[in-house]
């Protein structure tokens, strides 16, 4: 008997991953892969193109359903008609940092916008993207008559290719990262959507976890789709215990709960699941790509800085990095710059710089997954994913820096993953989505000795010292 085959999309910042996998037992048979372009804004219809050309050859053939996994926040800005107003406005772009400020005054306060929505606006998020879009630029905002995400669109895209589409549709989990949808309430606040754009717009309806939002010409469903975090905890089967650290472009701790949590801080958000349940999650913008710079700087490749970094020893000799690269969004820095702490003659070599680096990147990690603990979460083992999982360096790192056990999980795409298991949920049925193994490459116990809790007290120290935080 053939077996029955989901596909999941990943369409993230930096390119359009699709895997097809087998329904029951995960397994993946096909993948494809398509680049996006840089930037902090996009034509939409470059996701499309990319889409296109990572399923083209017949790597959909024989699939029976698919899922979207999207970058979360993104701002696409449609029109009467369903075309896009402007270029759409990516989780990353920071120029809406002063309407965020604002937003957050408006309303009373950080408390009142936990309260409303589980969430403090940064410029990450949707609402505040609506206000800049609002102020800077109201010949378009008169045009706009829905707003929808990047997930949102590519699967309304998935099901005009035929007659399939009816009506723009989102989940919980993607919706929730918006600012005008509350995981706390289950509902859309259009007070909220009045306050920052000036009037209300079209929203799309939020389908449920393994709801089929429709069927394209050919017969494929077409799942509800969510957002990015979302999609990675289904592909990782995240349990209670489970911490995800994801060190992608942007870096992003969360973990399945059971119940909305609020913090009055704003640095974890009350985002919902794509499984029914809670994803609180802290997200950075820097992760990665500081690996990424520190190797440009030290004029070698990712090998070699993981050479010089586990040449030196834990600490860098006292050198500290805060790695805010490109600003930061936890803690809300979006103008902020990267700072180098504890420079001296002795320290100043080639490995200590690696090393501070990789344990910057990795320190502002660690202050999200204290930020879990201390709303009640727990923190047994943590699942390193993401481009930098794969660092020598930063596996040894992680486990002196956490004090958990680090498990870093098989290479594989877990957005995309998750996404065709939601899928095949939708496909199959069932109180919950199908059991998919997921096997760990490594797993390393925490060392004793007093270095990581050191490093990460000299980490906090600098933040306090440079941005009083």
């Known amino acids: 008997m053939a077996r029955k085959l989901v596909a999941g999309v990943d369409s993230s910042t930096q390119s359009t991953k699709v895997v097809v996998c087998d329904a029951e037992t995960g ?3 096909r993948t494809g892969r398509s680049p996006h372009p840089d930037g902090t804004e996009t034509p939409p219809s470059r996701w499309w193109d990319a889409y296109r050309s990572a399923t083209a050859n017949g790597l959909l053939d024989g699939v029976a359903a698919i899922a979207v996994g999207g970058q979360q926040h993104g701002l696409c800005a449609l029109d009467e008609s369903g075309e896009v107003v402007r270029d759409a406005l990516l989780w990353n772009d920071t120029r809406s940092a002063g309407a965020a400020a604002d937003l957050v005054d408006e309303l009373g306060g950080p408390r009142a916008w936990v309260e409303a929505v589980g969430l403090v606006p940064v410029a990450s998020f949707t609402v505040t993207k609506l206000r800049w879009l609002a102020e800077h630029e109201p010949e378009s905002a008169t045009r ?3 707003v929808v995400l990047p997930h949102d669109w590519i699967t309304g895209q998935i099901l005009k290719q035929g007659n399939g589409f009816r009506e723009w549709t989102t989940d919980r989990g993607d919706a929730s990262g918006t600012g005008y949808w509350s995981a706390v309430t289950e509902s859309y606040r259009p007070d909220l959507l009045e306050k920052a754009f000036g009037r209300v717009v079209g929203t799309p309806r939020v ?4 709801e089929v939002v429709g069927e394209t010409d050919t017969g494929l469903l077409v799942a ?6 979302m999609a990675a905890a289904l592909g990782l089967g995240v349990t209670a215990g489970d911490v995800v650290v994801s060190l992608g472009t942007s870096g992003a701790v969360f973990a399945e709960h059971d119940r909305p949590v609020l913090d009055d801080g704003g640095d974890v958000a009350s985002f919902a699941s794509a499984s029914g349940a809670h994803l609180p999650l802290m997200c950075t913008l820097n992760a990665a790509r500081v690996l990424a710079a520190a190797a440009r700087i030290l004029d070698t490749d990712h090998t070699g800085l993981d050479a010089l970094a586990l040449a030196a020893e834990p600490g ?4 500290t990095l805060l790695p805010y690269l490109d600003g930061e969004r936890t803690p809300n820095l979006p103008d902020a710059t990267g700072t ?3 420079l001296t003659r002795s320290n100043a ?3 200590n710089l690696a090393r501070a680096a990789v344990e910057g990147m990795l320190c502002n990690l660690v202050s999200g997954v204290g930020s879990l603990t201390r709303l009640g979460i727990q923190a047994r083992r943590v699942l390193l994913i993401g481009g930098a999982s794969a660092s020598s360096a930063v596996r040894a790192v992680a486990p002196m820096l956490f004090g958990v056990p680090v498990a870093v999980p098989s290479p594989g ?6 996404a065709a298991r939601q899928a095949a949920w939708a496909l199959l049925g069932g109180e919950a989505p199908p059991a998919w193994p997921v096997r760990t490459d490594t797993e390393v116990e925490p060392p004793t000795g007093p270095e990581g809790s050191q490093v990460t007290n000299r980490y906090a120290a600098l933040l306090r010292t440079v941005h009083g935080r």
């Open 316 to 319: 860098a000799g006292g050198l």
């Open 349 to 351: 070599t080639p490995e």
């Open 340 to 342: 180098l702490g504890g």
């Open 27 to 29: 397994e993946v048979v």
């Open 413 to 418: 795409e877990y957005v995309a993953v998750g």
């Open 207 to 210: 389908a449920g976890p393994s």
């Open 224 to 229: 509800a789709g969510t957002g990015d975090n």
């Open 144 to 146: 706009v008559h829905d």
